[in-house]
């Protein structure tokens, strides 16, 4: 206890010398640090700031554009936010300073078609209400010169910027597949696709196609009346009721029984017709022709006529064998031949050589159909003319070089049918010419009954006879041996 005291002692009165302390020095200044970061795509580039610390420089614009600079950062730089920065920092965090524009790929082309491709058979709703089943629009039809096709050409795209300056090339867009089939053309900036011909659109799933003429097996409840723009083959049979027309020529294969055919050009018929109501502004070709009504401008070939309304521009020939005719009536522009007239029966035939009525009226048509072509083309010729002249001087805008090549395309269209209309007149007035100066030939016999006029003369057969020509001498009816 007493050594405790004694120490504590001690240390009171001990003199213990002060040992004085190293003066403290302040801290340096740090200046802000400026970090320069950029995406692995390059697309955009960042800045992070560290705070200046004991009084250190904050960021200036300088030392910023100093450091993106640096880096390389070169484009989409964004000098609003830099100023922003240098005068009220932010620190810690990590801010979009610039960016990059990613590259925009071209559009693939593309194609709007104007027309019909596939067949889709429908009912046709008349303004009524009332359905037809026989109008089911089962051909596309078009005429020269009409739009099949509209093509968009692809787009080449965007190029594109990394932040560093670095180009990225777009990908460019792929060019429709060529559409131009049979009878097509394209326009010169390879835009639109015409139709050369008139005809009907066929698509085979590449390309399109007008064909002028179209073949098909049966006309029936499957197809419909049929209206073509150009020729038509069927190969079998017309079922009862059905309507075909054709702006061409009509050829068939099997019986046509209580139907009606219209053609612009000739009917072949490899049978015959019976019961039916025919049509054509050529020549009529048929085996036989039975209980029908018949209107052609042009002439009739067949075996046999037989209880049949006839109207002929031109010449009427009954050949081979039978090359009869009997019964109903015939007006008949020029000739009759046949091998036998009348029958046994002595039905009552009336044989007339003289003005028909179909080829007049076809006459009319024509006289006044040519002086509008003619002033249409006039128009056209002008229009192209024009457009022709702004072309050459590279002053043509787009939208009138389509009107250009819709303006050739019915310029051609018009002369063609100027020019063929023109010679069909020329070639019915040289009928009409000759009507009432033909002759009726009878190879064979002519029976009783037969009632003939040729011009204004008239005759009445009331005896049988053999192989007798019969003409017109003046105001009576003339006859001779065959």
């Known amino acids: 206890m007493s050594d405790m005291s004694d120490i504590k002692s001690s240390i009171e009165t001990e003199n213990i010398p002060v040992i004085p302390t190293a003066e403290v020095t302040p801290p340096l200044p740090i200046d802000a640090v400026i970090h320069v970061l950029i995406s692995s795509n390059r697309m955009s580039g960042y800045l992070c700031i560290d705070p200046p610390m004991n009084g250190g420089v904050p960021p200036t614009l300088t030392a910023l554009e100093a450091a993106i600079a640096s880096c390389k950062i070169t484009y989409g730089v964004n000098t609003a936010k830099l100023k922003e920065l240098a005068e009220n920092p932010i620190y810690n965090e990590k801010i979009e300073i610039a ?18 491709l596939k ?11 009332t359905v037809d ?28 910027m990394t932040v560093t300056g670095k180009k990225l090339l777009p990908l460019k867009g792929k060019a429709v597949p060529s559409l131009l089939g049979k009878n097509t053309e394209l326009s010169q900036d390879g835009t639109v696709i015409y139709a050369k011909i008139d005809g009907q659109v066929e698509y085979d799933d590449r390309k399109i196609h007008v064909n002028k003429t179209l073949s098909i097996k049966d006309v029936d409840n499957s197809t419909g009346n049929l209206k073509v723009v150009g020729d038509v083959v069927i190969s079998g049979t017309v079922l009862p009721h059905f309507v075909v027309e054709a702006s061409g020529n009509i ?4 019986t046509v029984a209580s139907a009606k055919l219209k053609a612009e050009g000739n009917i072949i018929l490899r049978s015959g017709v019976i019961g039916s109501e025919l049509s054509c502004k050529g020549d009529l070709t048929s085996k036989f022709i039975e209980n029908s009504n018949i209107s052609v401008i042009g002439s009739i070939t067949a075996d046999y006529i037989i209880n049949s309304n006839i109207e002929c521009g031109q010449s009427l020939q009954l050949i081979g064998s039978k090359g009869k005719i009997f019964g109903g009536s015939c007006v008949v522009g020029q000739d009759i031949t046949a091998y036998v007239i009348g029958s046994m029966a002595w039905p009552r035939t009336d044989l007339k050589l003289g003005t028909v009525p179909a ?5 009319q048509e024509l006289t006044q159909l040519l002086p509008g072509l003619e002033k249409q083309i006039e128009s056209l010729k002008s229009l192209i003319s024009l457009f022709q002249q ?4 590279n002053q043509l805008t787009p939208q009138n070089k389509m009107i250009l090549d819709k303006s050739i395309f ?9 020019e063929s209309s023109k010679q069909e007149l020329a070639d019915i007035n040289e009928s009409i010419r000759k009507m009432g100066c033909g002759k009726i030939i009878c190879s064979d016999h002519i029976f009783p009954g037969i009632n003939i006029t ?3 003369a008239k005759l009445f057969i009331v005896d049988k006879m053999r192989s007798t020509t019969f003409y017109n001498n003046g105001d009576k009816i003339c006859q001779s041996s065959s």
Not at 120 to 129: E, N, Q, R, V, Y
Not at 390 to 393: D, G, R, V
Not at 413 to 418: D, N, V, Y
């Open 133 to 160: 089943y026989r109008d089911l629009g089962m051909v596309e039809n078009v005429k020269k010169g009409q739009v099949l096709c509209v093509i968009k050409h692809p787009t080449a795209g965007t190029e594109g």
């Open 251 to 254: 050829e068939i294969y099997g």
């Open 99 to 116: 960016q990059g524009i990613m590259p925009e790929n071209g559009v693939n082309g593309t194609c709007a078609f104007k027309v019909r």
């Open 390 to 393: 702004q072309e050459s001087a």
């Open 410 to 418: 019915s310029y051609e269209t018009c002369t063609t049918m100027f």
């Open 454 to 456: 040729i011009g204004p």
């Open 359 to 363: 080829v007049i009226k076809r006459q």
């Open 119 to 129: 067949a889709d058979p429908k009912p046709k709703i008349k303004p009524d209400g």
